[in-house]
């Protein structure tokens, strides 16, 4: 168990809607990643917040967008969900904004039909 | 950008043989290469990583290689066990930004056969 926590496990949805995603990064960890994990293009980079800050973006849809509350829990926010947008997402922390080790939640598995 | 290139995409094994795991990374700047075990329906498991001051790392039955030469890094694992029956990424960190994220390869599927 990393003490990374995401919720929901599963999420099954129809295109056009919006779901959010959540997660809680270990104890003390100030830094969340979010990544997405798919067959076509495997596990991608999202979106990173430190402290409550956008620090980066990656290959993040428009209709996808992430906060950091400042408890640290992180979510993110899918909209006009796509068939296309079915994935895994997972978050994963680490204690400082230049940590190395990423510890992955066990993920959120995205099903839009 | 970085790029990380893993093979093989398959690979299957005896059990108590060895298991060896090879990826390439473009930006020779990378200063910090990770590997991840992930075993179905949960997330990714950090494993072992190593640094590019450093050419060998072990724990226990795995071991990371690196060759900042040629850009290389390699997983072995040895006297494998059906429990290392899983996904095994490796990633990069690109030098530079304002983010450690994680470039990974595209994943090597370990079977250990009892």
């Known amino acids: 168990d990393s003490g990374v926590t995401q919720t929901p496990k599963h999420l099954i949805t129809a295109t056009g809607q919006r779901v959010t995603l959540r997660c809680s990064p270990r104890?003390?960890?100030?830094?969340v990643y979010w990544y997405q994990q798919s067959l076509d293009q495997g596990l991608q980079f999202l979106i990173h917040?430190?402290?409550?800050?956008?620090?980066a973006k990656g290959n993040i849809l428009e209709r996808f967008s992430a906060q950091q509350f400042p408890d640290l829990h992180s979510e993110l926010n899918l909209s006009s969900l796509e068939l296309g947008d079915s994935a895994l997402y997972f978050c994963?922390?680490?204690?400082?904004?230049?940590?190395?080790?990423?510890?992955f939640g066990p993920g959120t598995r995205l099903t839009v039909l | 950008g970085e790029n990380v290139e893993q093979h093989p995409s398959t690979l299957s094994v005896q059990e108590g043989d060895s298991a060896v795991i090879k990826c390439t990374y473009s930006?020779?700047?990378?200063?910090?290469f990770p590997w991840y075990k992930q075993e179905l329906g949960k997330g990714p498991q950090l494993i072992i990583d190593?640094?590019?001051?450093?050419g060998e790392k072990k724990d226990q039955r795995i071991a990371v290689t690196l060759n900042k030469t040629a850009k290389h890094f390699s997983l072995h694992i040895t006297e494998t066990q059906p429990e290392d029956s899983a996904v095994y990424f490796c990633?990069?960190?690109?030098?530079?930004?304002?983010?450690?994220?994680?470039?990974f390869g595209t994943g090597t599927l370990l079977a250990v056969q009892p």
């Open positions: 990633a990069a960190i690109p030098y530079g930004g304002a983010t450690n994220k994680l470039i």
């Open positions: 104890s003390g960890d100030l830094s």
């Open positions: 930006d020779s700047a990378s200063n910090y």
């Open positions: 994963a922390s680490t204690r400082t904004s230049g940590g190395l080790e990423q510890f």
């Open positions: 190593i640094r590019s001051n450093v």
């Open positions: 917040y430190y402290n409550g800050e956008e620090r």
